[in-house]
């Protein structure tokens, strides 16, 4: 039979026995922990010394840093930043209003028995209402709006704003400390191939507009536009988005009645109404990206000419004083588009093509003799149908296709010619 052995501790030598334990492991735990601490310290120094780069590398890691190459999400509440550029932009829209002598008539009545005796004009009483001109007086003509581009009094505004060549044009200024000012501007220069005009006005330590990049907008971005409405509602915004690029219009003169063909332009929800035209179009940023030009008669549909135009433009103004014509491609033919209709009526193999056609008079010609048309043997009703594959139609016509390339270059033409297809190189020549 197995008998225990007990064991009769007193509370005083337990109470010893646990401190003396007490003691000897937190000396065990100290001693480990300085140990530890030493030696990452020691293997740190090395690593920094032998392998540089790896601990920060580490250290990124576990700070959870991001790459270099991702670029920040950009969040915005739309309506607080369209406020935010509204007040930042403001300042720098101008109005610009036109005013001309004109001449003054006043009405008299004129004796139409002048030269018959006396004796005889008594049996006639009556008188003709007549104008004669009494001088001229100074009266408003038109209105539009521009921006500042540089401290100094800079302005871009349309061409067809200031195109009265005979007018003078006075800015109304809208930045705070000088609001309602009127100053006279003068017209440095009229763009030649595009409906631009730079002004300048004697003032410094203007607020100003700076340009965006309009080559990198797309379709469904915000768009603000902000003008003189009407030539009465002085800094008028409106928003809406971009809804379409690249597009191509016929718009009329400001004073004069002939029409311009405008290209590469933004087209718009944003109301643009007589009066905006030569206001800014901002981005979300406030950034220039187009310049207000144009409306149509259907609703929600306006159009914006590029903000780089109008940025080579006004450094050109700057740097020379002038802007310089732009060279345009020349190819040398006269032709209508092809339609439905037109193909239909007159047997045509292609819906789409340009037709090469002469003109109403016998000087008319289809092709310009010597023309690079005439050098590469396109004649009289020929159809081009492709310009470096790019279709010729409607939406994309063939002078279109052709302002896009440089005087000097080089370009394959698909024609049909005498019922067969072929390609033609063609160097362009200069206009």
Request: charged share 25%; glycine share 10%.
């Amino acid at each position: 039979m197995l008998s225990k052995k007990s064991f009769n501790f007193s509370f005083r030598n337990l109470i010893i026995i646990l401190v003396v334990a007490s003691l000897i492991g937190g000396g065990i735990i100290y001693v480990g922990v300085k140990t530890i601490s030493y030696s990452i310290y020691k293997y740190q120094k090395w690593g920094t010394n032998k392998h540089n780069g790896f601990f920060s590398e580490l250290k990124e890691v576990f700070e959870k840093k991001a790459p270099q190459n991702i670029q920040p999400i950009k969040i915005v509440d739309e309506q607080s930043q369209v406020i935010k550029v509204v007040k930042k932009a403001s300042p720098a829209v101008v109005s610009i209003v036109a005013s001309a002598e004109v001449p003054v008539f006043e009405n008299y009545f004129g004796d139409p028995l002048y030269g018959v005796p006396k004796e005889f004009q008594r049996f006639f009483n009556f008188r003709i209402p007549e104008q004669k001109q009494k001088g001229t007086k100074k009266q408003r003509i038109g209105a539009g709006t521009g921006f500042l581009v540089s401290s100094d009094g800079y302005i871009i505004t349309n061409k067809h704003v200031v195109e009265d060549e005979k007018a003078e044009y006075t800015v109304y200024l809208n930045n705070k400390e000088n609001r309602g000012d009127k100053i006279k501007a003068k017209v440095l220069a009229r763009d030649p191939n595009n409906d631009l005009a730079v002004l300048k006005i004697d003032k410094k330590n203007l607020p100003y507009l700076k340009f965006g990049d309009s080559n990198s907008l797309q379709v469904g971005q915000t768009a603000i536009t902000i003008g003189y409405a009407l030539g009465e509602f002085d800094n008028t915004v409106s928003k809406g988005v971009i809804s379409g690029l690249s597009r191509t219009i016929t718009a009329g003169g400001g004073f004069n009645s002939h029409s311009e063909r405008l290209k590469n332009l933004i087209q718009t929800d944003a109301a643009i109404n007589p009066g905006n035209s030569g206001g800014p179009m901002l981005d979300i940023d406030g950034d220039v990206i187009g310049i207000n030009v144009a409306m149509v008669t259907a609703e929600n549909i306006g159009f914006a000419i590029p903000g780089n135009d109008a940025k080579d433009v006004f450094d050109q103004v700057k740097k020379t004083g002038i802007i310089k014509k732009k060279e345009i491609a020349f190819l040398g033919v006269r032709y209508i588009p092809i339609t439905e209709e037109l193909r239909s009526k007159n047997k045509l193999p292609y819906d789409y093509g340009a037709l090469i056609i002469r003109g109403d008079t016998k000087e008319d010609l289809a092709v310009v003799p010597g023309s690079p048309a005439d050098k590469a043997g396109i004649v009289e009703n020929d159809i081009i149908l492709k310009v470096d594959g790019k279709k010729v139609t409607l939406r994309n016509q063939l002078v279109d296709l052709i302002s896009k390339y440089k005087p000097g270059d080089k370009i394959t033409l698909k024609v049909y010619h005498k019922g067969k297809e072929k390609e033609v190189k063609v160097n362009l020549g200069k206009n």
